[in-house]
């Protein structure tokens, strides 16, 4: 299995709701990445997990929070997210001890309401 | 840290010519320059990407050329085709897991 794979495909949720991004990986990655982009923008990193520990966090408000369940898994819980919040996101994955190559899936597209 | 930037921001090219996008970055320890594809609602995909121990290197009609001394590095399509039509993003690396990002090129190839 050479894919990413994320669900759902499309999250429309309100500002008070909580919901969870999923992503996953059977290529034996140890490295996982959460990123958003805009539109017809590059992809903007938000979180790095190396060996399913938080590595980098890009400054990324509390209302995103990574999780990294085991080596295969990747989720993003949201809470209480803005309108500008709004993006695609997309997950990715490597080998560790780059840099690599970096595998995209093909996103979630979220709109807040 | 690294700093990228990408020109054109978009090129137009009759199908079965060549297009040139080029990427200039600032980190001399930059050692690692990929590529990525993205078609309209499709993910990013890595289309060639080429590492500091070379100077050139090619796949069909996509090729990677890289200058050292003056810091950036230049892709080529060559007898684009209307599939090429996409944005393309040149990166090089902060660390060994970040990513800087060129701000990207979208292409649109003429049938």
């Known amino acids: 299995d050479t894919e990413v794979t994320q669900t759902p495909k499309h999250l429309v949720m309100g500002m008070t709701n909580k919901k969870s991004l999923k992503c996953e990986q059977h290529?034996?990655?140890?490295?996982m990445y959460w990123y958003k982009q805009k539109a017809k923008k590059p992809p903007e990193l938000m979180f790095v997990?190396?060996?399913?520990?938080?590595?980098i966090n890009e400054s990324v408000p509390s209302r995103f929070s990574p999780e990294c369940p085991n080596s295969s898994l990747l989720n993003l819980h949201l809470h209480a997210l803005q309108p500008e919040d709004s993006a695609l996101y997309l997950c990715?994955?490597?080998?560790?001890?780059?840099?690599?190559?970096?595998?995209f899936g093909p996103g979630t597209r979220l709109t807040v309401l | 840290g690294e700093n990228v930037e990408q020109h054109p921001s978009t090129l137009s090219v009759q199908e079965g010519d060549s297009a040139v996008i080029k990427c200039t970055y600032s980190?001399?320890?930059?050692?690692?320059f990929p590529w990525y594809k993205q078609e309209l609602g499709k993910r990013p995909q890595l289309i060639i990407d080429?590492?500091?121990?070379?100077g050139e290197k090619k796949d069909q009609r996509i090729a990677v050329t890289l200058n050292k001394t003056a810091k950036h590095f230049s892709l080529h399509i060559t007898e684009t085709q209307p599939e090429d039509s996409a944005v393309y993003f040149c990166?090089?690396?902060?660390?060994?897991?970040?990513?800087?990002f060129g701000a990207g090129t979208t292409v649109t190839v003429r049938a």
């Open positions: 990715a994955s490597s080998l560790a001890g780059g840099p690599n190559e970096q595998f």
């Open positions: 290529m034996g990655h140890r490295a």
């Open positions: 997990y190396s060996y399913e520990k938080l590595s």
């Open positions: 980190d001399s320890a930059s050692n690692y």
């Open positions: 080429i590492r500091s121990n070379v």
């Open positions: 990166a090089a690396p902060r660390d060994d897991y970040k990513l800087s």
